[in-house]
């Protein structure tokens, strides 16, 4: 077993492992709506943007991380922690898209570079023949600051807090997690797992933008679609101009069914293929009035997005995966 300093510098790299969450993807990806609403940058430009700051920290961390050889471990821990602490600070007072890359620079450098660059060294430094389970440990970190919830009783929580406005209170360990709120209590098994890395299939440039009228393309999807493949329920979205057109076809029963709907299309004219079911429950789910529908390519998943109407609106992107359509 390990012996006091193996413990304390296990300790020390469960704890800078633990907050560099602060400049993992995961994280940064929590408030990505938020911060393209408020600098009023797309889904490509906000992606464009992670990108260059991330490329320009990793590149960064390569001269500063090995000046750990020639510092003392404690100097060079406080360094990394004011720099994460100011990385913060500076996000809060982000007001511009310069002033964004600086910020995500800082965050991925500081958090995702340094701290996790820090423990890793500090464990290797001091573990020789246990190296590969302190590390373990330590890497534990991470996994310690997310956690997977099943569907179940994200369900519960959201027929039980539809009509309340009420805080709640999170608390969770490695297996529950634990919901308070006025007098109820939820307690839930995690999935133990990693959650699977969504921001890799979502595409940065979309040129091609679909706004639409909420109401009327649920129910036009949802008629259409009654007439669509039992196996596959796929729909086609044909788009030009101001004119959106809407079909689906069963080639076993031979029925077909075409509708076609007025919306404000921005980009070339295009044909993608959807899973009727899939797409109805998205705008189902959704109170905005007009969605907007960014794509790029008929074979490249679409982002589905409620656009503002009011001071309460959603912060919520949705990915909508294509179909192969039938030729």
């Known amino acids: 077993m390990f012996n006091s300093l193996k413990f304390k510098v296990i300790l020390f790299g469960f704890i800078f492992t633990f907050f560099s969450s602060f400049g993992q993807s995961y994280f940064l990806g929590l408030f990505n709506s938020s911060i393209r ?79 996790s660059h820090t423990a890793s060294t500090t464990i290797s430094r001091y573990f020789t ?22 569907k179940k009783p994200l369900n519960l929580l959201k027929g039980i807090l539809g009509g309340s406005d009420s805080e709640v209170t999170i608390e969770y360990n490695d297996s529950n997690a634990k919901f308070t709120f006025d007098n109820v209590v939820l307690v839930c098994r995690l999935i133990d797992g990693k959650y699977p890395n969504y921001e ?11 706004t639409i009228d909420r109401a009327s393309f649920l129910n036009s999807v949802r008629r259409v679609s009654i007439f669509s493949s039992k196996t596959t329920h796929q729909i086609r979205l044909k788009m030009a101009g101001t004119e959106l057109n809407i079909s689906a076809e069963d080639l076993d029963f031979a029925n077909k069914a075409d509708e076609r709907l007025s919306c404000d299309y921005q980009g070339d004219d295009m044909q993608i293929g959807f899973n009727s079911r899939f797409l109805s429950e998205m705008l189902n789910n959704l109170n905005s009035n007009e969605v907007l529908i960014e794509m790029s390519l008929p074979n490249r998943a679409g982002i589905l997005t409620p656009v503002k109407s009011g001071s309460d609106d959603e912060k919520i992107t949705m990915l909508v995966m294509p179909v192969m359509l039938n030729s």
Not at 59 to 67: A, D, E, H
Not at 129 to 150: C, H, K, Q, V, Y
Not at 200 to 210: C, G, S, T
């Open 37 to 115: 609403d408020a600098l009023s940058i797309t889904h490509g430009q906000f992606g464009s943007i992670y990108a260059s700051a991330t490329l320009c920290s990793s590149l960064l961390l390569i001269w500063v991380g090995k000046k750990i050889d020639d510092v003392n471990i404690f100097k060079f821990a406080l360094f990394v922690i004011i720099l994460l602490a100011f990385a913060c600070f500076f996000f809060s007072k982000v007001s511009s898209v310069f002033l964004l890359f600086i910020a995500i620079f800082l965050m991925r450098f500081s958090g995702q570079g340094m701290m």
């Open 129 to 150: 023949r246990t190296r590969g389970r302190a590390l373990s440990i330590s890497w534990f970190g991470l996994s310690s600051a997310e956690f997977i919830m099943p």
């Open 200 to 210: 890799a299939v979502i595409p940065k440039e979309n040129p091609n933008k679909l």
